[in-house]
């Protein structure tokens, strides 16, 4: 496993704060005063523990064992759908709760959806106090079913449905010792379980996505494994090029990795991307996509057609929105080069000169 | 000399997808918003960013350094930074509020709170820099600082990019979403952002960061008569605690029974007046 970053959405008052407590209080053993409300250990703003509610993303990384989780615990109210944005854009893993008495509730599909549009991520579900329900297996079996008829339906993997409660840690940190759940793996051991896909990308065709450039350029490697003398193609522009040094000279393989090369002829710019030959996006090529973009009156958004979209929380005059999909069409070189940038991984960034505008995912 | 420990394969895999995220970071910060400084309290976190910025630059640091000097560090610590500051070769701005000490506006002269002392001595500097002419062509837009979420409550509401507003307040709640490492396309008028490489990081991975690239240690951290500091800070509000590590391996093999208490146990502002978030709110780091 390594390193695990969670996120944990879900409606109000499921059990989001008090399932996180429970976690980092086993995880980080000795931090917490015994006699402090589960719920308000990771709620630590002084406007959070007066309203009794999450408001701000909370972030926390401990270790289990030989590796380590970051768990990011968001907000189930709405307004302050910022903080779950961040987080779900950000995880290997979506812990999604459900209240076992209440079922999915308007929040629980919008973080779903939201997974869906953003990271496609798995998404482990936790039905959340269950002792309210007396362990009532046939409840527990019913959310199962609709769990998974709406992952399918949203396209999500889900990786494991467990249930259990915050009050005495069942099913949370150690397993249930009701007959009908005894089987189940408790939250924590499907955590640790949990193998993030880290798949090598060594023998991926070849993309770096450029930052900067000061004495060389620096960007990220996404995939492939760049060698000096290789022949490789620049995008947005096209030409062909060779590389001619690549910073560090032994390169880890854990992706992304960050990298710095320098070509032959060319000085490279942000927003380049050096990829293996012939292998990049042209004019004509149209995708479908959903994800996030900063609308202004003119820009990129010009690109976008049958938008549908939720205005969230944004900067004064630069307001973000949520697109469930639409489609994306090059209509020109000058779209090809100014104002997309793609590491194909299914992800694309929207380009207003060197701002990034957007971050998409790509959908089939 | 500290190389020849071996890491397990699980913690070099972290540390070195923490670095990557971190110098992720660092280089589109600064390739979208050049007018960039950087925080260095010549302290373990920002001497590990530190690191990490001459690694994502190849060896240079690109944007000015700056350490706020409150006249009341340990003569240590200041001896380390000028040190450091000579051997990597970079640009040390050094921030005082004279107005205040030369006053006596502060906690140790005149008995003011702790709060009120770090408002005046940490805050105000760093709200004035940002004002400053110290780029020709505007204000600062980020300022880069090593804090940690697992350092104390209010740091665990942080983003990696976190917009101040033009008095440098800090809003928790009303922060912009954050979309996996890319930063927010423009920045407000009379705002700037605070970037946090470091937020993932614990204080453990920092030490084994540390190990690992054999970078130099402040010698406060280590024991000397039986006492070392955890985390450092002002000498009247900092505080040592009883300990025998006397180098990185037995810091760590400490922080087995460390991890357990809080680092900023030490630190006199955390337990004053709301603590380390009122200050936050204000400006501080």
């Not at chain 2, 040190?83 to 050094?94: D, H, T, Y």
């Not at chain 2, 490489?197 to 540390?210: D, K, Q, V």
């Not at chain 2, 500091?229 to 505080?239: E, F």
Request: aromatic share 8%; proline share 6%; net charge neutral.
């Amino acid at each position: 496993m390594s390193w695990l970053k969670i996120a944990v959405g879900g409606h109000v008052d499921h059990g989001k704060s008090s399932l996180v407590g429970c976690l980092k209080r086993h995880l980080q053993r000795g931090l917490y005063a015994s006699d402090l409300d589960k719920a308000l250990i990771s709620d630590t703003l002084k406007e959070e523990r007066q309203f009794e509610k999450t408001m701000a993303l909370g972030r926390s990384t401990a270790r289990l064992g030989p590796d380590s989780l970051t768990i990011l615990d968001a907000p189930g109210h709405r307004e302050y759908l910022s903080g779950f944005i961040t987080a779900v854009s950000a995880a290997d893993i979506l812990i999604l709760v459900v209240d076992a008495r209440e079922g999915f509730k308007e929040q629980t599909y919008l973080h779903l959806r939201l997974c869906a549009l953003l990271n496609q991520c798995p998404v482990l579900i936790f039905i959340s106090k269950m002792d309210a329900i007396n362990w009532n297996a046939r409840r527990f079996y019913e959310l199962k079913s609709e769990a998974e008829e709406y992952a399918l339906q949203m396209g999500l993997t889900i990786s494991d449905i467990v249930s259990g409660t915050s009050l005495s840690e069942e099913g949370l940190l150690h397993r249930s010792r009701r007959d009908s759940f005894g089987q189940l793996p408790s939250l924590l051991e499907c955590l640790m379980a949990y193998q993030p896909n880290q798949e090598p990308r060594t023998d991926w065709p070849l993309r770096i996505l450029i930052q900067g450039n000061m004495t060389k350029a620096y960007g990220t490697l996404l995939s492939g494994k760049p060698r000096v003398h290789q022949k490789i193609q620049v995008f947005p522009k096209g030409y062909e090029d060779e590389i001619v040094e690549i910073t560090p000279e032994s390169l880890s393989e854990i992706w992304p990795i960050p990298i710095g090369i320098r070509l032959a002829k060319h000085s490279l710019k942000r927003g380049d991307r050096v990829c293996s030959l012939a292998s990049d996006i042209l004019v004509g090529d149209s995708f479908h996509a959903s994800g996030i973009t900063f609308l202004e009156p003119k820009g990129p958004t010009q690109m976008l057609q049958q938008t549908k979209s939720i205005p969230i929380l944004g900067l004064p005059d630069m307001v973000p929105l949520i697109h469930r999909q639409f489609r994306i069409r090059l209509q020109s070189q000058a779209c090809v080069e100014k104002n997309l940038r793609l590491d194909f991984l299914n992800r694309a960034y929207l380009f207003d000169g060197s701002r990034v505008m957007g971050a998409l995912r790509l959908l089939p | 000399m500290l190389r020849n420990v071996q890491l397990s394969f699980a913690t070099m895999s972290i540390l070195t997808r923490l670095e990557a995220q971190a110098i992720h970071w660092i280089r589109e910060v600064y390739s979208q918003y050049p007018k960039t400084v950087m925080l260095w309290s010549a302290g373990k976190d920002s001497t590990a960013l530190l690191w990490m910025v001459k690694k994502a630059f190849f060896g240079e640091i690109p944007f000015p350094i700056v350490h706020i000097d409150t006249s009341v560090k340990p003569p240590e610590l200041l001896l380390f930074r000028d040190q450091l500051a000579k051997e990597w070769g970079f640009k040390l701005i050094v921030l005082r509020n004279e107005a205040a000490i030369s006053q006596k506006q502060t906690f140790f002269d005149r008995g003011l709170t702790r709060m009120q002392c770090c408002k005046n001595l940490k805050s105000q500097p760093l709200i004035d820099l940002v004002k400053s002419d110290i780029f020709p062509s505007g204000p600062v837009q980020v300022v880069i600082v090593g804090l940690r979420s697992d350092e104390e409550g209010s740091r665990s509401k942080e983003r990696f990019v976190s917009l101040r507003d033009k008095n440098s307040q800090w809003d928790p709640v009303l922060q912009p979403p954050e979309m996996d490492g890319v930063c927010p396309p423009a920045i407000p008028d009379g705002y700037h952002f605070r970037l946090h490489p470091l937020l993932e990081w614990t204080e453990t991975l920092i030490w084994e960061y540390t190990r690992q690239e054999g970078l130099p240690v402040n010698p406060l951290y280590f024991s000397k008569d039986g006492m070392r500091y955890r985390s450092l800070g002002c000498l009247p509000c900092s505080a040592p605690f009883p300990s025998r590590a006397t180098n990185v391996d037995e810091i760590l093999l400490e922080m087995r029974h460390l991890a357990e208490t809080s680092e900023r146990k030490g630190r006199g502002q955390d337990s004053e007046d709301g603590g380390l978030e009122t200050l936050r709110r204000g400006g501080y780091m």
